[in-house]
């Protein structure tokens, strides 16, 4: 005997009343919509969340592409309305999660549908504020993005660029908290200087923000040493009228550049980072934003205490001890000439997956506080047994 086609309808008709139930209760924590099978090209989920909007309660609905986020805000009841349309049609999978027990609609191939119960996955509801739901630094339809082949011409983030896309919001994100912390924040006309821009993305993203976001006025400055790369970066920045951004072919050494508010050295490899500190310094630049790699040039100097051996045996351990003694001994330069330094993981580009990234902010300066870094640092090296760290070769004592 075929089955009663009613009885489908219940199944979903009880799970939606059990929803309803859980925004009256306040129970909801989330809901997911998944196993897409509509046909608009590339969504791949729905994520509901509750979040406070001018002390109302409303459902932030994330629509997930492939390559990019939508949000929009709707009631309760608009939302139940979109579940109820979208489940067991366009999409076949259906979680609630409330603090008493999760929910699941699941629809097979025929589109049967069937329901199941779990323990409760959270035990509290968070409701978050509007302004704390994710915002992008960055706008897709920018030409700026098309031309160096992150979006298509319809301002659509490329498939395989969508990580580059995030990396470069990420750290315009960084940059914008940075700026709020330091003198910047007060000035009208800066200086900034990105050495080893590479392909760019993120200088072209850095003058975007400061010159059409922020309004200042910004001169942006891209140091490369791949003469092709820094003569196809000019052609791009002529073909959207940045006029105060230029790339200079010249390594970080030999750069000629004395003044920055800004300093940028993002995997400036070995002692390139070290090259691009002194010169940040001597800038008397107020930001300075570095993502260090292959830190080799302690490795090979590094004497392991007799009390770490154990530990410290094995190559790759000793490989990543010498690079964190290098950033280390880095922040703790930085703060001898008063900034105020965070080290912390920041996703990478197409070479590695996460570096640490390292920034300073200038801030007071003091003898005393000289000196006592002084003592930090010649302590550390005598404990690994070092000669120098090159970084100390570079710089005379700067004021």
Known sequence: MAKDQSEDKDVKSDFLDILEDSLKENTFVKFTLGKYRGSEDGLENIYINP???KDEVKYALRYKYKTRDIYKNHTAEEAV??????VGRNFLYGGLFTTVNDFVLEYNKKRVPRTYTRKASFSRVEIKEHNRIKTRYIDSKDKYLNLLGITNMK???KGDKYDKFRQV???IEILSGLIDQSAIADKNEIEVMDLGSGKSYLTFAVYNYLNHKLGLKAKVTGVEQREDLA???NEIAAGVDFTELKFINSTINDNTISKADIVIALHACDTATDDAIAKAIKAKAEIIILA???QKYIRKQIEIPENLEGIFRHGILEEHLSSFITDGLRALVLESYGYKTKLFEFISGDHTSKNIMITAVKDE??????LRKVVEIEKMKSQFGLTDFYLDKLLTKTK
Request: glycine fraction near 4%.
């Open 365 to 370: 300066y003091t003898e005393d506080m000289y």
């Open 81 to 86: 309305n979109i579940i109820s349309d979208e």
């Open 231 to 233: 003569e196809l970066s």
């Open 51 to 53: 979040v406070k909007i």
């Open 292 to 294: 260090p790699c292959c």
């Open 155 to 157: 301002g659509e983030v």
């Open 169 to 171: 919001d990420k750290f």
